[in-house]
């Protein structure tokens, strides 16, 4: 095993798999171009050969060298990387963070689905969608408590996924309070405050003096909460 | 005097357009600002900045970019000198010896000398960059084909790769990463759909400006939230004494050499500011009689470092302006905002746009001198507002960076890509991964694709055509041999201590 350790053969592991998955896809677009003999694969393949390649010269540089360091004073320089604490290092704080990182993901994936088997068309989801929304809102923030930094990781993601249905009028306060509190603030006051400066700056500069269109939602009441805002500063 | 006289007319030009004037303003500050702010740098600003560029006239654009390029350079030096926490990797040397002097008491002599050197050597950059770029720019209108951009792509892409990482391996594979995103998309000869999953979102590629977001805005919070989470984010402090002009004027040597070396590292492409910034470093221990006073608070520690990194600043443009290839991230960024304008950077911008290009040297002139007048009357506004708590940063930066990323399409998926980004980026600078070098795989891969493709119809596909091709055939080689060279250090030398550590026992 030389040096090699556990997190080295799986950061390998991954490229490599990676590399493996992208070529098997880019069979579906595998085909001649008339004017280029190389097709439209030739310059994916070659870079795909490359990952392969890469990961393996530093998976030999891993078992000769172990973890090493930067290999010359640039490198070093260069370095824009952060350690990461030990109790965030752990297979338990990871699998912890991917569970929290795929609700997001859950919130986008599912709605449509029962929709689809209830044969609803895609505009008469929004109860489903709040149904959906409000036990993933309270698993998260369970789970949040618990796991701040996989949480401040998560929630804009989460953010994201509901700004679609729920518009970044209606959301954008509790966002702006829930980072706070993620990064470790408990002044109420302090964060109602904070957060209704921020929404005031952003809608001010960006819906009344620039005539941005942000997302107001389309499920009730959020769309009508986000179009009555939108209304009144314009 | 052609020069002169066209540094003249973008001069006027700047100063007689109201908006101009205050982007150029605002680019000044807000540069300054969050290359001072611990937790965000020039980059974040210039990502949150890039979708409302669109909105802008392409002068207004290009030239906010380059302003807040000078004056975010200097900004970093701030934090570098009183918290040991560099704005970017350009600024680390300053911190060798800037963080001791703070430790000792003398912080203010050290951002006096930040202040001072980086504007010397910024502006000089900046006329050297105006009497270079345009010559350089008519020869390479001749003398510059697809084959030798895309030699000169894959020169550029080997630097990044070999020093703009932690080490070589993961140099290459944040480049790779970068390119395999950029073939996302329509390929860009017979426009064949690849990796688009058979979703439509993806069939126009992943669009750089999320993807930009996510990793240099989101997730520089999510790794700042981290440290406040655990405790490791520190308040800043500091008293302000700046250093006396005769002071400054004993190292008047150490000034010229750093200009020299600055400029001359800062034209390579790959990560010319940070090279230029140890190098300058660097041979100013090298050259000194008291080499062991270095790393332990000595001022031409910090004149060296700022001096050079500022005058790498003017000769970064040359290339991208030139020849069109970036050579790190902000540059990158500034392809993007041709790119939205649809125009592309490189010599014929002489030709059809040299209007834009005069206003711009002239921004970056003024900028450098703008940073001695703001930097002696304004830190002391700027160390107060470094006392806002990150914790109230952070939602405002998260919503602009929410808005800009809306803002491009009207598409709300570019939001979800851009925080993904974020936690893609959080976890790959975990591992050591450059999260730059993915950005100049990502703007670079278009070009470089394209560039081959045209090469090798050119050349009737044979490599040997690179040999009639003498600059194509240099930088191929230069590319080769840049590799080769880190790849034999990766294996045979021995890793190298801490800098600061390093330097401490040199």
């Known amino acids: ?234 | 005097m052609d020069a002169f006289n066209n540094f003249a007319n973008g001069t006027v030009a700047l100063f007689s357009d109201p908006l101009g004037i205050v982007i150029f303003l605002s680019g000044v500050v807000g540069g300054m600002l969050f290359g001072a702010i611990p937790g965000v740098s020039m980059l974040t600003l210039a990502a949150i900045l890039l979708p409302f560029t669109a909105h802008l006239s392409a002068e207004h654009g290009i030239m906010l970019f380059s302003v807040i390029y000078c004056t975010g350079v200097y900004g970093g030096a701030i934090t570098a000198i009183l918290f040991n926490i560099p704005g970017s990797p350009e600024n680390a040397p300053t911190a060798f010896d800037g963080y001791p002097m703070t430790q000792k008491g003398q912080a203010g002599r050290a951002v006096g000398a930040a202040v001072m050197c980086s504007a010397i050597g910024g502006t000089v950059s900046a006329v050297l960059m105006m009497l270079a770029t345009a010559p350089i720019a008519d020869w390479a209108i001749s003398a510059f084909g697809p084959p030798e951009i895309f030699a000169l792509v894959f020169f550029g892409l080997a630097v990044a790769a070999s020093v703009g990482a932690k080490t070589i391996w993961k140099g290459w594979l944040s480049i790779l990463a970068g390119l395999m995103i950029a073939v996302v998309g329509l390929d860009p000869v017979g426009g064949i759909e690849r990796y688009d999953f058979n979703m439509p979102y993806l069939l126009a590629g992943i669009h750089f400006i999320p993807t930009i977001l996510g990793f240099f805005a989101v997730s520089e919070i999510m790794v700042q939230a981290e440290k406040k989470v655990t405790g490791a984010y520190s308040a800043p402090k500091l008293s302000v004494d700046f250093p006396s002009f005769a002071e400054l004027w004993a190292h008047k040597f150490a000034v010229v050499r750093s200009i020299i070396i600055g400029f001359f590292c800062g034209i390579l492409p790959g990560i010319g500011a940070t090279l230029a910034a140890f190098m300058g470093y660097n041979e100013a221990v090298r050259w000194s009689k008291e080499r062991w006073e270095f790393g332990k608070g000595k001022l031409e520690g910090v004149i060296s470092s700022e001096t050079a990194n500022n005058a790498a600043t003017g000769a970064a443009m040359i290339p991208l302006l030139a020849l069109g290839l970036p050579g790190g991230a902000l540059t990158a960024m500034m392809v993007g905002v041709f790119q939205m304008h649809d125009m592309e950077p490189g010599p014929l911008v002489f030709l059809n746009s040299a209007d834009l290009v005069w206003v711009v040297f002239a921004a970056m002139f003024f900028a450098n001198l703008s940073i001695l007048l703001i930097g002696f009357l304004e830190t002391k506004t700027i160390i107060n507002l470094l006392r806002i708590p990150f914790q109230f940063l952070a939602p405002l930066i998260l919503m602009l960076a929410t808005v800009g990323a809306y803002a491009v399409r009207g598409l709300v998926i570019d939001v979800v890509v851009m925080f993904v980004a974020g936690v893609v980026g959080f976890f790959l600078r975990r591992t050591g991964y450059s999260v730059a070098g993915i950005v100049l795989g990502l703007i670079l891969g278009k070009i470089g694709e394209q560039t081959f493709a045209q090469a090798m119809q050119m050349l009737h596909y044979e490599w040997t055509g690179y040999f009639s091709r003498p600059i194509g055939l240099a930088l191929l080689v230069a590319g080769f041999l840049t590799l080769g060279a880190s790849a034999y250090r990766a294996f045979y030398a021995a890793p190298v201590q801490e800098p600061e550590e390093e330097t401490k026992s040199a």
């Open chain 1, 1 to 234: 095993m030389g040096n090699l350790k556990t997190g080295h053969l799986v950061e390998a592991g991954l490229w490599l798999l990676l590399a493996l998955v992208l070529f098997i896809y880019s069979f579906e677009f595998n085909k001649p171009i008339e004017i280029y003999k190389f097709g439209a694969s030739g310059w994916p393949r070659a870079i795909i050969l490359l990952i392969v390649l890469a990961a393996l010269g530093q998976l030999f540089w891993h078992w000769k060298r172990g973890e090493g360091g930067a290999t010359s004073k640039l490198n070093a320089a260069a370095d824009d990387s952060v350690e990461a604490p030990d109790d965030h290092s752990s297979l338990g704080w990871y699998m912890h963070t991917l569970v929290l990182v795929a609700i997001p993901f859950i919130y986008m994936r599912v709605p449509d689905f029962i929709g689809g088997m209830m044969g609803l068309p895609p505009d008469g989801l929004g109860t489903i969608k709040m149904l959906t929304a409000a036990p993933l809102l309270v698993l998260f923030a369970w789970m949040a408590y618990r796991n701040q930094v996989g949480g401040m990781l998560a929630l804009p993601i989460f953010f994201a996924a509901l700004l679609q249905d729920m518009g970044f009028y209606a959301l954008a306060p509790m966002f702006a309070m829930g980072v706070m509190y993620l990064m470790g603030e408990r002044r109420i006051k302090w964060m109602a405050g904070v957060a209704a400066g921020v929404f005031g700056i952003l809608l001010l500069l960006f819906v009344k003096l620039l005539y941005v269109g942000l997302p107001t939602g389309n499920v009730r009441p959020f769309y009508d909460f986000g179009n009555w805002v939108v209304t009144v500063l314009q």
